[in-house]
């Protein structure tokens, strides 16, 4: 006989409903999709507009002391699970400040200029009311410094 990756394990369970498992149940909408399965900021898409995504730079930080760096007391270490804040930079050749329009969610940032368009799902959820954004000039560099929001923080990294 022949045996193939299949045949590994035990044998599949056979059911009585006529389209398989239950875990997919269909509603009797025509949607392909619920509104808790759409990513947020996916509304901000436009596949027919020709802007470029900017070049941009994601930086986690943590709040270091001395008795983190010499000593180790807090049990900090250079993972991004201890990190508290970040930051992003985003480079915008050719833009003024007073084109930049930002908009920050908890877990999407979108930002439009003339001539770019950046829609970002950040890596982790943020305090959107928490940010600051300054743009320099000199070196036509957009920088959003955003809080993170991590509410079980206290109780997973204890």
Same mark, same amino acid.
């Given at each position: 006989?022949?045996?193939?990756?299949?045949?590994?394990?035990?044998?599949?369970?056979?059911?009585?409903?006529?389209h398989g498992s239950s875990?997919?149940?269909?509603?009797?909408?025509?949607?392909?999709?619920?509104?808790?399965?759409?990513?947020?900021?996916?509304?901000?898409?436009?596949?027919?507009?020709?802007? $470029?995504? @900017?070049?941009?730079?994601?930086?986690? +930080?943590?709040?270091?002391?001395?008795?983190?760096?010499? !000593?180790?007391? #807090?049990?900090?270490?250079?993972?991004?699970?201890?990190?508290?804040?970040?930051?992003?930079k985003i480079k915008l050749?050719?833009?003024?400040?007073?084109?930049?329009?930002?908009?920050?969610?908890?877990?999407?940032?979108?930002?439009?200029?003339?001539?770019?368009?950046?829609?970002?799902?950040? $890596?982790? @959820?943020?305090?959107?009311?928490?940010? +600051?954004?300054?743009?320099?000039?000199?070196?036509?560099? !957009?920088?959003? #410094?955003?809080?993170?929001?991590?509410?079980?923080?206290?109780?997973?990294?204890?």
């Amino acid at each position: 006989a022949h045996i193939g990756p299949g045949d590994i394990g035990p044998p599949p369970k056979t059911s009585t409903e006529p389209h398989g498992s239950s875990a997919y149940i269909k509603k009797d909408s025509k949607d392909i999709w619920s509104e808790e399965e759409v990513a947020e900021g996916s509304h901000y898409d436009d596949l027919a507009d020709p802007r $470029p995504q @900017p070049e941009y730079e994601i930086i986690l +930080k943590q709040n270091v002391g001395t008795e983190d760096v010499f !000593l180790g007391l #807090s049990g900090k270490d250079p993972s991004s699970m201890k990190c508290e804040a970040m930051k992003i930079k985003i480079k915008l050749p050719e833009t003024k400040a007073t084109d930049v329009v930002l908009d920050v969610k908890e877990k999407f940032l979108d930002l439009r200029t003339p001539k770019y368009k950046l829609g970002l799902h950040l $890596p982790h @959820p943020i305090h959107c009311r928490e940010g +600051k954004a300054q743009f320099f000039s000199d070196r036509e560099v !957009l920088e959003v #410094s955003l809080l993170m929001n991590r509410p079980m923080d206290s109780i997973n990294l204890q």
